[in-house]
């Protein structure tokens, strides 16, 4: 079976309505890119206006810059870590479309959004690239992305994919990939397909870590997911690109065990949800049964606080990051590039300096994860 034919089987879609990329950044630029002509500006002008939350990865707005549109970020809502209802109403007279990103998994408020993006004729694009096999999420937008990666559902740091719900977009996605999907190229599949491997291995390596990161990095056999020249909004000149079959081959056979990474993961959300005061994180992961998260964002009360929790934590053996720590993730992101001014969004600022977020990977035992909790249950009474 196909990748294609496989997605469209999990998310109960024809396989015409799905399109294969090398990542969701190829997804979501041959999408944009395909509308144009298509949705018409509001404004008369050239350019889509397209909401986008301000808690993210730079990854997730660059599409919109390089399909030649402009972004418009909108606040963050606290109990979701996605669009922020009010602001998307003042903002929705002079937008074309919305990206909605499901923050680490937890659902955003769809109904609200869609119902909001109705009254003005906004398109809506959701963003599922953190919550690949959640199918109750995905299908209320004109078009949904999704991807796989080192940090993502699946672990193959490579591959992502597009739906069209549209059906008489389908058709223009088509037209557009024949003649502007780039080639991937051997080496480089080669250094992605060893890529998982290698970072597994360093993470094991506790203290000795940091130096086998900077070594894979300088021999460029490992990434963070971005391309240098991306920070400053720069497009790798393989960008967009289709997936080789190896990978397609890695995700399928990834997929067979994809209810047990989702069920390990729910079950570890669980336990740090029971475990840590409800305070401590969005009141949507209680609010939804067995929600299967890539990482558990835990909101301290201070940036000190975070700092001190994040130092405690590592020392302890987790593998704690940092998402989001800045208004568009990584810290290196040329925020002017980008389109946005320090100030714009202070709900998704003041969460950048006091989120951290806990592993749900399939390595974290429930011992490790109740050790991490009373590292932090202790740091919030001190």
Not at 33 to 38: E, F, I, M, Q, R
Not at 131 to 160: C, H, P, Q, R, Y
Not at 213 to 226: A, I, N, T
Request: glycine share 8%; aromatic share 8%.
């Amino acid at each position: 079976m196909a990748l294609r034919d496989k997605a469209a089987e999990i998310y109960g879609v024809k396989a015409k309505q799905v399109f294969i990329y090398c990542n969701g950044r190829s997804a979501m630029l041959a999408y944009l890119s395909s509308l144009k002509g298509v949705l018409i500006p509001k404004d008369g002008g050239d350019d889509l206006k397209i909401g986008v939350i301000s808690f993210t990865c730079s990854s997730a707005v660059s599409p919109v810059l390089w399909s030649g549109n402009k972004p418009c970020y909108i606040e963050t809502d606290l109990d979701t870590l996605s669009v922020d209802l009010s602001d998307l109403e003042v903002k929705l007279v002079k937008l074309d479309l919305v990206i909605v990103q499901h923050s680490f998994g937890i659902p955003a408020n769809m109904a609200g959004i869609k119902m909001l993006c109705e009254t003005h004729g906004v398109r809506i694009i959701e963003d599922c690239a953190h919550a690949f096999g959640d199918t109750s999420i995905g299908k209320a937008g004109d078009a949904m992305i999704s991807s796989f990666g080192i940090e993502k559902v699946l672990n193959t740091k490579i591959g992502g994919f597009l739906i069209v719900n549209d059906m008489e977009q389908v058709a223009k996605v088509d037209g557009w990939n024949e003649g502007n999907l780039e080639n991937f190229g051997l080496v480089r599949s080669l250094k992605w397909f060893l890529m998982p491997y290698l970072w597994v291995i360093v993470r094991q390596l506790r203290g000795l870590g940091k130096y086998a990161v900077k070594l894979g990095f300088s021999l460029g056999l490992l990434s963070d997911g971005y391309e240098s020249i991306e920070h400053d909004l720069k497009k790798p000149n393989w960008y967009p690109s289709g997936l080789p079959k190896m990978f397609e081959r890695k995700i399928l056979k990834s997929i067979n065990g994809l209810e047990n990474i989702r069920s390990h993961r729910s079950k570890l959300v669980d336990l740090y949800s029971s475990s840590l005061g409800s305070s401590m994180y969005p009141d949507a992961i209680s609010d939804n049964e067995q929600l299967s998260l890539i990482k558990f964002p835990v909101i301290l009360d201070s940036k000190v606080h975070r700092e001190i929790a994040i130092a405690a934590l590592r020392e302890a053996g987790c593998y704690v990051t940092d998402w989001y720590n800045h208004p568009l993730y990584p810290s290196k992101t040329n925020l002017e590039e980008f389109g946005y001014e320090l100030g714009e969004c202070p709900v998704a600022q003041d969460l950048a300096d006091r989120v951290l977020n806990l592993p749900t990977a399939m390595f974290v035992q429930e011992a490790d994860a109740k050790k991490y909790c009373d590292i932090l249950n202790s740091i919030v009474v001190e």
